[in-house]
């Protein structure tokens, strides 16, 4: 077995183990493997007989993969985990674990453009094989669905000036690096606030690269196809729509959290919250790891039906 990869620190660690309520000889899937923190712990609980199957479309992920013969690596985005799992012959499975947001590893990989800290090419791809790349956004998507993609995905209120001004710019010249980009669009980043725009921008552009709001939708929706009566979904996210998506999910089994009921009053939803109220890390451990500071945990059980 390799020795512990340098990718990043799992926030919520243990919560997020005790959450899985791991079964010694129970089938799990990490559908966000990345550096393999997680998946490591997840062994350590997992008799001979338990299986664990671990799901990432990065490359990256690859030199992490762990040598154990209960582990299986699936290079490849979880929105395809059942077709994966069939595949593998598991028709259902005891847990699923999925760890969203971005590692500190690809915020420090100047290359992939993921970081306003450092000049390089607006790329943003999680998969290098996706021909999608935020350049291709910036200079090739219409104004209206730009405007679309930063109010949208990045809450910018003023989006629909954003969007003109890259028009705008693109005209005279390709907008091909993160310093192009940022040179463009510098009036909307006021003293004080720099980053935090910098960041909303730049959140936008990679959920629209990686389509990770569908992707997510996708993965809810397959979560209550391949889990077993009371199997475990543990959720960890790190802004607020795609909080408010796991959130709504497990509540009402929809996106927009429609409740439904039947003719006795019983909420019809395939899922029930573990933890009513949302898991937040701790001070010490933020002050460990500040990834930690904006991680929400979320839990729901499969119900058993009647």
């Known amino acids: ?69 209960r582990f299986t690596f699936v290079r490849s985005n979880f929105r395809y985990l059942n077709n994966f799992l069939k595949y593998y012959g598991v028709e259902k499975v005891d847990g699923i674990l ?72 693109r005209a005279t010249e390709r907008i091909e690096t993160i310093g192009q980009l940022l040179e463009v669009l510098k009036a909307f980043f006021p003293k004080g606030k720099e980053n935090k725009e910098k960041a909303k921008l730049f959140q936008a ?22 889990l077993k009566p009371n199997g475990r979904l543990v959720v960890l996210t790190y802004h607020s729509l795609e909080d408010r998506l796991v959130k709504n999910f497990i509540r009402s089994g929809n996106f927009e959290g429609k409740i439904k009921k039947d003719f006795f009053g019983n909420v019809l939803t395939p899922l029930k919250a573990v933890n009513n109220k949302v898991i937040t890390a701790s001070d010490e451990e933020v002050a460990r790891n500040p990834r930690a500071r904006s991680a929400k945990l979320r839990i729901a059980e499969k119900r058993v039906e009647d």
């Open 1 to 69: 077995m390799m020795s512990e990869p340098k990718y990043h620190i799992p926030a919520l660690l243990t919560e997020t183990i005790e959450g899985l309520n791991i079964k010694p000889d129970g089938v799990y899937v990490d559908v966000t493997f990345g550096g393999g923190g997680h998946s490591r712990e997840i062994l350590k609980s997992l008799g001979e007989s338990g299986r664990l199957y671990g799901f990432d479309q990065d490359e990256d992920a690859l030199q992490n993969t762990i040598d154990d013969e």
């Open 98 to 169: 999925a760890d969203l947001g971005v590692s500190f590893h690809h915020f420090d990989e100047a290359e992939r453009g993921f970081s306003f800290r450092f000049d390089g090419r607006l790329d943003m791809r999680m998969n290098i094989r996706s021909p999608l790349t935020a350049e291709k956004i910036v200079n090739e998507y219409s104004e209206e669905v730009l405007a679309n993609v930063f109010y949208l995905y990045g809450e910018m209120h003023n989006s629909r000036r954003i969007a003109s001004t890259l028009v705008k710019a």
């Open 205 to 226: 552009l990679r959920i629209e690269v990686n389509k990770e709001i569908q992707v997510l939708q996708e993965l809810l929706l397959q979560s209550v196809e391949v």
